[in-house]
């Protein structure tokens, strides 16, 4: 104060206290070479985030070092997301003690400034409440006793509870690592004669005259290097003032402030107080152990070690965080004697909303159920290959849609998998692979059908034969494989299914902590299976469109019954089964397993049961008469535009006199066809009605003409079952041929009388 009146700068040694850490009237040139209390507390959270602490609880004593000590942690902690429960005591009262260390029993990690006088009484006490196990960790600032390597405390029950509750603790202090250029000087100048003179006749009074120097033995403390420091402080700002005529002492504080060098206790500087900063000092981390090696029937030894370093000076010139520049010097030790740190918290009791067995195991039996179906009936369609129903039907499309569906069931396998199984990041995109590719090809397969067909009668209704052959409709199965394929490897790439678990639900425990989560495949953006979804959803449309366009073929000829079924029930688990996985997903993973099983095994049998039923039941194969097939084609070819132009080119013939010749090329393939048929079979009776060919090549494609009828129900052929005669038949063409005829049903008319 006095100081500070007359305006003389002054710098002590050790004041740490916190109420220099603001400018004051009464001492507005005081500065100091050690660091504020504060400084403490801000090692200390450097500490619990090093641990990765997440919870820990505050002890201090209700003066002035505890209070700055709990704001500077609280402060701190908060900007770090450290949660502190905090905690103060009279330091006189015993059972306020008890009570503070009561409140602080939900926490593991206890950090504390306790008061020095009584710390053995407080840690008694904390043993007592339960605060001392295994699982506790105690942080303490500036503990002065135990931190001393051989520290000894009598044997005495009360102490023994003492040792143990200090055992595995952690003191934090401001540590000092002198030069070895300063010892080495100390060393010179006891050695030197000359350097004592000057030294002694420096001072007045003779006070350090007769002296012996040599003999002195030194006696370090960090007092004495701040001490020394403090010293060099005052005169190096003096010196940086030469150049003034007279300075005030004023000035000579605020050069103090501006200055910074390389002491006995570190790097030296000062903020704008004149206080010390963090950022220059180093501190310690002391671990204290008991020796029990060390120990006997009468003493408690200690052991404590620095085990950890933080140089704040490192700490201020690094981007990186604080906690990563904390060093290890030796291996720290906890309470239970190992070095793997205690938790935070405690284990959280977590209810997890895993999939039950039972339901785990109705959806994968509905997959293996949908699998082996597959299978039969890819078995079955191989061994039936040479039956006319299932030529018909086309084995290689047969069996395109048992290998689709047998993919598109097993990826309900890899839908259930959780903790604590492994590769659940594989099983997340495991299940959309086979999915989709199999997706591709079993609707692909049913499409094609379709599509083969409709070429087939499109062609008729245009008068022109066509070979369609199963690779002339493989695009739709390429076109799907492809873009799924590419769409399936960029979401690889891009933004690939992780297995994470996310906490749900408003229940919590005592540390805020959610206590409900669900397990879910997520990735970082929706995008890619949102396009997945919606190119199949349109190929299911227009493959429902080519289905409607094809309503009217006789079924036997292309099932196109049985594949409509098919189509509108798939877009039927599209249309509903979706929004509903997709409302129960977030909620309630047991259900989303089950709905989303339950949507692949179904749109598997929507796939295979429709085509497949009728043949199993070995119905036969329908043979179709001429009204059927000429109702057919005129309903199929009124219901296009390329049907409507044929009917139109046909009227525009008749009326413009050009449906002679049309009708002279008719006959000739009729007269063409004849004479195949009575050149290389022998009449016979039949059963009385007329059936429609179908040419079917050696590898299953089609072959389609217009309706070819044959007469089987003549009385007079049935009666002389002999061939009609090749005169005959160029008889009726030439008849035929001589009259043009008024109408399509002239030409069918002379078509079935031939």
Not at 207 to 230: C, I, K, M, R
Request: proline share 4%; aromatic share 10%.
């Amino acid at each position: 104060v006095l100081a500070g009146v007359r305006g003389v700068p002054e710098i002590s040694p050790g004041s740490s206290s916190s109420s220099f850490d603001k400018k004051h009237e009464n001492f507005p040139t005081f500065a100091r070479t050690v660091p504020s209390t504060p400084s403490i507390g801000e090692a200390t959270v450097e500490l619990l985030r090093y641990w990765n602490v997440s919870h820990a609880g505050c002890l201090y004593e209700l003066n002035e070092y505890g209070l700055s000590f709990f704001e500077t942690v609280v402060e701190r902690a908060s900007e770090h997301g450290i949660t502190v429960g905090v905690a103060g005591y009279d330091g006189s009262d015993e059972q306020e003690i008890r009570a503070a260390l009561e409140s602080l029993k939900d926490y593991r990690y206890i950090v504390a400034a306790l008061a020095r006088g009584n710390s053995r009484g407080i840690m008694k006490i904390a043993h007592e409440v339960g605060l001392v196990s295994d699982n506790h960790v105690w942080v303490i600032a500036q503990l002065s006793g135990p931190t001393r390597s051989g520290y000894t405390m009598e044997r005495t029950e009360e102490n023994e509870i003492v040792a143990e509750a200090f055992n595995g603790a952690v003191s934090v202090d401001v540590t000092i690592t002198p030069p070895d250029e300063f010892h080495d000087a100390i060393d010179h100048f006891q050695t030197d004669p000359a350097l004592n003179t000057l030294f002694a006749q420096s001072h007045v009074d003779d006070v350090f005259q007769g002296v012996n120097f040599d003999e002195l033995v030194p006696s370090y403390t960090s007092n004495t290097y701040t001490n020394y420091d403090a010293v060099m402080a005052m005169g190096i700002a003096a010196c940086q003032l030469k150049n003034e005529t007279f300075f005030t002492g004023v000035q000579h504080f605020e050069q103090i402030t501006r200055i910074a060098f390389d002491g006995a206790s570190g790097r030296v500087s000062f903020d704008e107080i004149g206080t010390r900063p963090f950022e220059s000092v180093m501190f310690s981390f002391t671990n204290i152990l008991v020796d029990e090696e060390g120990s006997d029937n009468e003493t408690i030894r200690f052991k404590s070690r620095v085990s950890l370093l933080l140089d704040g000076s490192d700490t201020f010139n690094s981007a990186s965080p604080r906690n990563t520049l904390i060093k290890m010097v030796e291996p720290f030790v906890f309470q239970n004697g190992g070095t793997e740190r205690p938790l935070s918290l405690p284990l959280l009791d977590e209810q997890m909303n895993q999939i039950s067995p039972e339901l785990r195991g109705l959806g994968w039996g509905l997959g293996i159920l949908a699998m082996l179906m597959a299978v039969y009936f890819g078995v079955w369609t191989w061994r039936t290959r040479n039956n006319e129903l299932v030529r018909i039907s086309q084995p290689f499309f047969l069996g395109m849609m048992c290998i689709g569906t047998f993919l598109m069931a097993s990826s309900i396998l890899f839908l259930g998998w959780e903790e604590p199984w492994s590769h659940l990041d594989f099983a997340c995109m495991a299940g959309p692979w086979l999915l989709t590719l199999g997706f591709s090809t079993a609707f692909s397969a049913l499409f094609a059908k379709t599509w083969r067909i409709n070429r087939l009668f499109r062609s008729s209704v245009e008068m022109q034969r066509t070979n369609v052959l199963a690779k002339d409709v493989l695009w739709p199965f390429l076109l799907m494989t492809v873009t799924n394929l590419v769409l399936l490897t960029i979401w690889q790439v891009v933004s690939p299914l992780e297995f994470v678990r996310s906490k749900v639900g408003g229940s919590t425990d005592r540390y805020g902590r959610r206590t409900h989560s669900n397990g879910h495949c997520r990735g970082d953006s929706p995008v890619w299976w949102v396009i997945l979804v919606v190119f199949n959803f349109l190929m299911v449309l227009f493959a429902n469109y080519q289905s409607y366009v094809a309503r009217n073929i006789p079924t036997d000829f292309n099932e196109s019954f049985y594949i409509a079924l098919s189509m509108a029930s798939l877009l039927e688990c599209f249309l509903i089964g979706a929004p509903i996985i997709f409302l129960a997903s977030e909620d309630n993973p047991s259900a989303e397993f089950v709905l989303k099983a339950v949507v692949v095994a179904f749109s598997c049998g929507c796939v295979l049961l429709p085509i497949y039923t009728h043949k199993v039941r070995g119905l036969p194969l329908k043979k179709l008469d001429a009204s059927d097939m000429n109702k057919a084609w005129s309903l199929y070819s009124g219901s296009g535009k390329k049907g409507q132009r044929s009917s139109l080119r046909l009227q525009h013939q008749q009326q413009s006199g050009d449906l002679g010749s049309a009708v002279h090329d008719t006959v000739a393939k009729i007269r063409a066809s004849a004479a195949r048929k009575s050149a290389s079979h022998t009449g016979t009776g039949g059963s009385g009605s007329q059936s429609f060919g179908l040419d079917l090549t050696e590898d299953g494609s089609s072959s389609h003409r217009r309706p070819r009828l044959h007469d089987q129900s003549n009385s007079r052929t049935a009666q002389s079952q002999s061939r009609m005669e090749p005169s005959s038949i160029s008889a009726l063409s030439k008849d035929a041929s001589n009259k043009i005829p008024e109408s399509i049903d002239e030409i069918e008319s002379g078509a079935e009388k031939v």
